[in-house]
């Protein structure tokens, strides 16, 4: 699915990624862990192909392709989902308007038929009961004067909508309250599927109890440090970052 | 409710008094043979006055602007005396000790510390350049500034010790036919302060000038020139009074700033020349124009706190023409009784990257008007360029005005220009609040007016902070009956 | 600021000195005329040195004759230059300034008058008279003083007291291509007698071919105690048109004024506002879009003069410039020594979306009286990176991102629009400022998914 060589990548001339190894199979959950500062939002944002993120080394490719070369736009078209950590507004942009040029693009993409606009409102509507959404929001702003509960929960409608191959959810569980947390965490596990992968960056263990990952990465310093099973994500829980950097160095 | 705010805010001009002192005083005039004597007077070398006689065949094709919100009868440039220096400084005091006493206490009296010890007694880190009239009286501290590779001297003096940085720069910032008073300052100037700041120095102390107008019928055409070479960084303070007459004074001052690569200029200026009495007789005339031009990454900073003159035109500048370069622009304006100001900043953004930020706060009370006007200009080439202008009015009664004229160009997509404006008044619910909670009505006024600049008076250094603070408190004290 | 007494009669100036003195006179509306001559022959002509026209040459004017235009307008196809499907209203048509009996309604609403002034009856025209000028200063615009000058023909909208207009009028002003080039005067003035109310939709069409004509258009408003116009002025002239357009309104006590202005780029196209509170509690919301591209050049100027106390003003203008188009605001605020307790608040938004695109803003207050609250804000920026990303990292391609972006920036102001007709017609209009592409607009356009469609959902 995702196989991540040695990744360089630097923001605004300061190196941030600095050799990261990442293989993702189809079906698996990665969960990566790591302390503040340590590279997690710029892998999400490297792979998504942002502007102002410099790859300076390595390679990654996704579904066999070399997704580097691609457009942001591209890359989410061929399957590759990135859920915000914090989401934008843009006010004057419908939410429907929004997801339906989203739709739209993506299924042109894959070859298949434009929706017409009552099917994906319907659709619309089920996703956004699906996350517990009202569905007044999808009349509203991309995201204007959504809780930041709210926010969350629009971006996993939207995977929901989208059916990526690859999902990488980037703190989805920063500033959620518990009861907000398991919405989402049930909209991921609802979309678990053979053929459909996540990485989940996270810096508390707590949503690795709702999300069950299959491996865990510790990434520190821009590479990853450490890697194991679920269990790892405890062990951190228990004994801090520190430990795993006091033991690299 | 007006009547009573005006009570608060009747100001005492502490600054009013007259020295006593023999003058040398061209009698009222303009011509070439003024304009002659003067370059004479200072033994001025031949491309000087040279310079002189061209800019004022420029200004007599000039008209005097009449764009600004103010209004004053028409000025008698020929009704105005355009030299005037203290005689016993013919014979150009070596230091201070040599420098007359009179002039001296003028200045003790107006609270400026010239004996360097006193400054080295910890009173302030601060080296003066005095103005009185037409001429530099004393220059402060000039020796340990020199350690330092610091020049700080009156302008005249430049002229002759370091005539090819005078003449590659005097001018250059301002050009002669910049505008009306521009180009009558170019003609008549009479002294002023010179700074250069060697390459990567960061100038030891803060500087100062002081200025004075003293005679009468006299104008004041002071002319400052800072170069800022690259790298280094200097904070200038710049003062001014006069004192109280019925007739009208012009002082017509132009400053320029060079800030080379790396470079920093602090510029503070607390103006507080003779505003005129409360029926709105007398006063400066205070037409001056002020600019700085950034190269690479330099930053230019003018603070200032006006609260005198009758009429005030003044928009000290920022042309940022190197990448990254900053401009900034802090004002604090206060006008009371009769003072009208048009005062404001320009920043013009010529390179990359470029950040300039205005912040301006104006107080207007009695019959005053007041009036912010503002440029800034993206240029095609100002690519990422940013300002950010916030642009406040305090009204205090009735009778006054309070005006907002920001003009904004932008000819470049990826420049971000934020202008923001509010008027607001010190209210009778705030004057109340205060008083219920046994706050007397002149201190409520202060404060909120404090308040009110906090933003501007953080921008300035430590002594002229306190300075500016008790200006405004004086402007709005004195008159709680 | 004194300025240069006229020392260039352009012929632009002599061609309209021409066309004053071959109007036939109709002997009632002579004083206005002559008022608005003697204004018009002292005023100079601008120049970029003139405040008011700074960022607007008029250049353009001085190089060629203006002539009266020909009638050489084909009337088949007309209507649909103007129809606004599923709106019902009267529609009162002129071409070139000359009403047009053929495309217009006959309207006859009790308490209301609503007629061209070429077939007004006597009673009619001496109401006109009786108010004509009144509020049209002359002073700040050559080109209001000219209007003055040329009445002649033009529409007497009167709403009695106490009634309600049932159905919006539609004043629609054509503009056709000419030989020659040519300009045509046009004037409207709107009564609002106590507590009437009135929606006024004013629409300026042309054919779509190079116009070679200048309009200049004035319309007067007053706005009696308690009364409300709801006001629209549309500009979707060809981008060859040339526009000098002045609206002046009167408000008195209590009475509301709802303005939604859009304006399309011209060759030159300049709007001046002029709002008068003129008694305590009157109300003015106006609301603006332009959008110019190519070359072409929009200047809006609006005066908000608060006189009275107790007033309020809402002000929201957002401009996108493409290309190498040009626009200048200029918003005024001015409140009067008596306006107490006035609450102002004036917003400019612009977006730049080329390199050799250009804005002009410039808010002004002017400020005598203490216990107000005024603000104004001004932004220039271009369209949102981060939002970019945002449409892009969901499949949306940058071209229709920024399309999306960049309608969004004017879309809060259309829907604000109560006329759902008027709204239906305008944002494929102004969706098709930013693409020809179709497919780039589908989904701002999409009825069952846009914001606007309330029963989708």
């Known amino acids: 699915m995702l196989s991540i060589k040695n990744l360089q990548a630097k923001v605004e001339e300061k190196d941030i990624l600095k050799g990261l190894n990442i293989e993702v199979k189809p079906g698996e959950i990665h969960a990566i862990m790591g302390p503040n500062g340590a590279g997690k939002s710029t892998l999400g944002n490297v792979l998504s192909g942002r502007d102002g993120y410099t790859v300076t080394g390595g390679e990654v490719s996704f579904l066999g392709k070399n997704i580097l070369e691609m457009d942001a736009e591209e890359r989410a078209r061929e399957g590759l989902f990135l859920a915000f950590q914090y989401p934008v507004e843009i006010p004057g942009v419908s939410n429907l308007e929004f997801l339906k040029a989203s739709v739209d693009a993506v299924r042109s993409h894959r070859g298949e ?41 629009n971006e996993i409608m939207q995977m929901m909508l989208l059916e990526p191959k690859l999902c990488i959810l980037d703190e989805t569980d920063s500033g959620l309250d518990i009861d907000a947390l398991q919405v989402v965490a049930e909209g991921v596990n609802s979309q678990r599927d053979p053929n459909r992968s996540f990485i989940v960056v996270t810096h508390y263990q707590r949503l690795l109890d709702y999300i069950v990952p299959d491996f865990v990465h510790v990434l520190a310093d821009g590479k990853i440090v450490k890697s194991g099973g679920k269990e790892l994500a405890l062990e951190l829980e228990e004994k801090g970052y520190g430990w795993i950097e006091n033991e690299g160095a | ?78 009704d105005i005396s355009y030299y005037s220096a203290p005689k016993s400084m013919d014979d150009k005091p070596q230091s201070l000790d040599e420098v007359d006493p009179e002039l001296l206490r003028t200045y003790e009296k107006l609270g400026i510390p010239l004996h360097e010890q006193a400054v080295l007694a910890g009173v302030a880190n601060v080296a003066m350049d005095i103005v009185f009239d037409s001429v530099s009286v004393a220059t402060t501290f000039r020796e340990k500034l020199s350690e330092a590779g610091v020049i700080f001297m009156p302008i005249s003096e430049a002229v002759h010790k370091h005539p090819e940085l005078v003449k590659k720069y005097m001018g250059s910032v301002v050009p002669q036919k910049d505008n009306y008073y521009a180009a009558l300052n170019c003609a008549v100037f009479s002294d002023g302060s010179f700074v250069y700041i060697p390459k990567g120095v960061r100038c030891p102390m803060e500087l100062s000038t002081y200025f ?87 930053k230019v900073s003018w603070t200032q706190v006006e609260t005198g003159s009758a009429v005030t035109w003044k928009y000290p500048s920022c042309i940022l023409k190197g990448d990254n370069a900053i401009g900034e622009f802090y004002s604090v304006a206060l006008t009371n009784n009769y003072q009208q100001a048009d005062t404001g900043t320009k920043m013009i953004h010529i390179g990359k990257n470029t950040k300039s930020t205005i912040i301006s706060k104006g107080i207007s009370a009695g019959k005053s008007q007041n009036a912010y006007r503002g440029l800034v200009r993206m240029n095609p080439s100002a690519e990422g360029a940013r300002n950010f202008t916030q642009c406040d009015s305090l009204l205090i009664g009735d009778k006054c005005g309070a005006h907002t004229f920001p003009y904004i160009e932008s000819k470049h997509p990826s420049a971000i220009i934020e202008h923001e404006a509010t008027t607001s008044t010190v209210s009778e619910d705030q004057m109340f609040l205060c008083q219920q909670r046994g706050i007397d009505p002149e201190k409520a006024v202060s404060m909120i007016v404090n308040g009110f600049c906090k933003e501007v008076f953080k921008e300035l250094p430590m002594e002229f902070a306190v300075e500016a603070g008790k200006l405004l408190e004086v402007s709005l004290e004195g008159s709680v009956g | 600021m004194t300025e240069a007494s006229n020392a260039i009669v352009s012929p632009f100036t002599q061609s309209a000195l021409d066309f004053v003195k071959s109007l036939e006179v109709s002997g009632d509306f002579g004083e206005v005329r002559e008022s608005g001559m003697a204004a018009f022959e002292s005023l100079p002509f601008p120049t970029r040195k003139t405040e008011d026209w700074k960022y607007t040459s008029l250049h353009a004017l001085t190089t060629q004759d203006y002539n009266r235009p020909a009638d050489n307008f084909d009337l088949d196809n007309a209507s649909e230059l103007f129809e606004v499907s599923g709106l019902d209203a009267y529609q009162l048509v002129f071409i070139n300034g000359v009403f047009v009996s053929e495309l217009s309604d006959e309207i006859s609403e009790a308490g209301v008058s609503a007629v061209p002034l070429s077939v007004a009856s006597d009673a009619q025209r001496a109401l006109f008279k009786q108010h004509v000028g009144n509020i049209a200063e002359t002073r700040r615009n050559l080109f209001t003083a000219l209007n003055n000058a040329t009445v002649e023909e033009g529409v007497l909208l009167h709403v009695e007291k106490n009634v309600q207009l049932k159905k919006p009028i539609q004043v629609i002003n054509i503009t056709s291509a000419q030989q020659q080039t040519s300009s045509a005067f046009a004037r409207c003035l709107v009564v609002l007698e106590q507590q009437a109310e009135a929606t006024l939709i004013e ?56 303005s939604y202005q859009i304006a399309l780029g011209g060759k030159i196209k300049r709007l001046d506002v002029v709002v008068n509170h003129n008694q305590a509690g009157s109300h003015c919301e106006m609301k603006g879009v332009y959008l110019p591209k190519h070359n072409q050049h929009v200047d809006i100027h609006s005066y908000i003069e608060h006189i009275a106390a107790n007033c309020t003003t809402d002000e929201t203008y957002r401009g996108i410039m493409a290309d190498q188009s040009k626009a200048v605001f200029n918003g005024r605020i001015h409140i009067h020594p008596d306006a107490q307790k006035t609450l102002a608040n004036l917003s400019n938004k612009n977006l730049l979306l080329s390199n050799k695109a250009q804005i002009n803003s410039k808010p002004e207050l002017e400020i005598y009286a203490d216990d107000v609250r005024c603000a104004h804000g001004v932004t220039v920026a271009q369209l949102d990176d981060k939002a970019c990303f945002y449409l892009q990292s969901r499949g949306i391609s940058r071209q229709e991102a920024e399309i999306m972006l960049s309608f969004a920036f004017i879309n809060e102001l259309l829907e604000s629009i109560p006329v759902d007709a008027l709204r239906q017609k305008l944002r494929p209009l102004l969706a098709q400022q930013f693409t020809s592409n179709e497919s780039l607009t589908q989904h701002i356009l999409d009825e069952e998914i846009g914001v606007c469609s309330e029963g989708a959902l």
């Open chain 1, 113 to 153: 038929e434009a929706m017409d606009s009552m099917t994906f409102l319907k659709l619309a509507r089920e996703k956004c009961k699906a996350v517990n959404l009202d569905q007044n929001f999808l009349k509203r702003g991309v995201n204007e004067g959504f809780s930041g509960g709210e926010k969350k929960r």
């Open chain 2, 1 to 78: 409710m007006t009547e009573e705010f005006d009570q608060y805010i009747k100001s005492d001009y502490e600054a009013g008094f007259v020295t006593d002192v023999e003058s040398e005083t061209l009698p009222p005039g303009l011509n070439e043979d003024v304009i002659r004597f003067i370059s004479n007077k200072k033994g001025e070398p031949e491309w000087l006055l040279e310079w002189r006689l061209k800019a004022f065949q420029v200004w007599k094709e000039m008209e005097e602007p009449e764009w600004a919100h103010v209004h004053y009868p028409k000025i008698d440039f020929q």
């Open chain 2, 212 to 298: 004075r107008i003293n005679e009468e019928k006299t104008g004041q055409f002071e002319r400052t020139l800072i170069i800022a070479d690259e790298g280094s960084h200097v904070s200038y303070l710049e003062g001014c009074t006069a004192p109280m007459r019925d007739e009208n004074q012009l002082h017509a001052a132009v400053v320029e700033l060079v800030v080379l690569d790396d470079a920093e200029i602090k510029y503070s200026t607390v103006q507080n020349w003779y505003p005129g009495d409360s029926e709105g007789k007398g006063g400066i005339y205070n037409f001056v124009t002020k600019r700085a031009v950034a190269h690479k990454n330099a």
């Open chain 3, 203 to 258: 629409q300026f069409v042309s054919t779509a071919e190079e116009q070679n004509i200048l309009l200049n258009q004035v319309t007067e408003i007053n706005i009696g105690d308690g009364a409300k116009l709801n006001h629209y002025r549309l500009h979707t002239e060809d981008e060859s048109s040339l526009h000098f357009g002045g609206v002046y309104v009167d408000l008195n006590r209590d009475s509301q004024f709802e």
